[in-house]
C-alpha cells in the first residue's frame, strides 16, 4: 500500500494546487481514479502572518509543529508543506517532528539538476528571497520587485485574486532575470504557478507546488 502523505497547510491557494496535483497526477503511477491517502491540515493563515510580521521563526516553527502532531495521530507516514516561506523555520522543529519530512527546495533542486539548469532566478515573498530556504547563487529580485512581489502575493494571490496586472509584473521581473543570465526561475510562491507557467514566462519555470506533489507521490509509491 502507498504510504499516507500529510500535507501541513499554510494558505489555501497553494495548499489546494498541491493536493489537486496529488490527487490527479496519482493516476499515472497507481491507475485510474487512485491516489495515495492525503490528509491535511491548515490552521489560520493569520496565526502565520503573526509570527512572520515580527520575524519570529520559533513561532512559525511551532505552528508547523502542531499540524505535524496532528497529521501524525491520523496516520501520515511523513509530511510535506506547500508553502515556501515557512521552511525557513523547519530546521527548528525538525528533531522534534513526529514524522520525517519532504522539503520543497529538494524538490525544486532536483528537477533543476535534471533539465541542466545552471543560473535560476528565484521569485516569492519578501522572507523568501531574504532567506536561506534556497542557494544564495538563485537571482534574486531587486529591492523594488521584492516589495511588489511581497504585496501581490500576501494581498491577492494568497486570496485568490488573480490580475491581468499580476501576471504582467511577474514577467516583467522574470525577463529582467533571463536578461542577466538565467535560464530558468523557480516559483517560489506556492501561489505563483496559478498565474505563471511555462506558456507564459519569459523563462523556463520550477514549479515548486508540483514539484513537491510529485516527490511525496514517488516518496508514498516507493515504500
Known amino acids: 500500500m502507498p504510504q499516507h502523505i500529510g500535507i501541513v497547510a499554510c494558505s489555501a491557494e497553494g495548499a489546494s494546487l498541491c493536493y489537486r496535483t496529488i490527487c490527479v497526477e496519482g493516476a499515472r503511477l497507481l491507475g485510474p481514479h487512485a491516489?495515495?491517502?492525503?490528509?491535511?491540515?491548515?490552521?489560520?493563515?493569520?496565526?502565520?502572518?503573526?509570527?512572520?510580521?515580527?520575524?519570529?521563526?520559533?513561532?512559525?516553527?511551532?505552528?508547523?509543529?502542531?499540524?505535524?502532531?496532528?497529521?501524525?495521530?491520523?496516520?501520515?507516514?511523513?509530511?510535506?508543506?506547500?508553502?515556501?516561506?515557512?521552511?525557513?523555520?523547519?530546521?527548528?522543529?525538525?528533531?522534534?517532528?513526529?514524522?520525517?519530512?519532504?522539503?520543497?527546495?529538494?524538490?525544486?533542486?532536483e528537477e533543476a539538476a535534471a533539465r541542466g539548469f545552471a543560473r535560476i532566478g528565484l521569485l516569492g515573498t519578501r522572507w523568501l528571497v531574504a532567506g536561506p530556504v534556497y542557494p544564495s547563487t538563485y537571482m534574486r529580485p531587486d529591492a523594488g520587485e521584492r516589495a511588489e512581489l511581497n504585496r501581490v502575493i500576501m494581498d491577492e494571490l494568497v486570496c485568490g485574486v488573480f490580475r491581468p496586472q499580476a501576471v504582467a509584473f511577474h514577467q516583467q521581473v522574470i525577463a529582467r532575470m533571463k536578461a542577466a543570465g538565467c535560464d530558468a526561475v523557480v516559483l517560489?510562491?506556492?501561489?505563483?504557478?496559478?498565474?505563471?507557467?511555462?506558456?507564459?514566462?519569459?523563462?523556463p519555470t520550477l514549479d515548486s507546488t508540483r514539484l513537491l506533489a510529485r516527490a511525496a507521490l514517488r516518496r508514498a509509491v516507493a515504500a
Open 35 to 109: 491516489h495515495p491517502d492525503v490528509s491535511m491540515h491548515t490552521p489560520s493563515l493569520a496565526e502565520y502572518v503573526h509570527h512572520l510580521d515580527r520575524d519570529d521563526w520559533e513561532g512559525v516553527g511551532e505552528v508547523m509543529l502542531a499540524s505535524a502532531r496532528k497529521l501524525a495521530t491520523i496516520g501520515a507516514d511523513f509530511l510535506i508543506c506547500p508553502d515556501n516561506t515557512i521552511h525557513q523555520a523547519l530546521p527548528l522543529i525538525a528533531e522534534r517532528s513526529p514524522l520525517p519530512w519532504l522539503h520543497i527546495a529538494d524538490a525544486v533542486a
Open 188 to 203: 517560489g510562491c506556492t501561489e505563483i504557478p496559478l498565474i505563471i507557467n511555462d506558456e507564459n514566462s519569459p523563462l
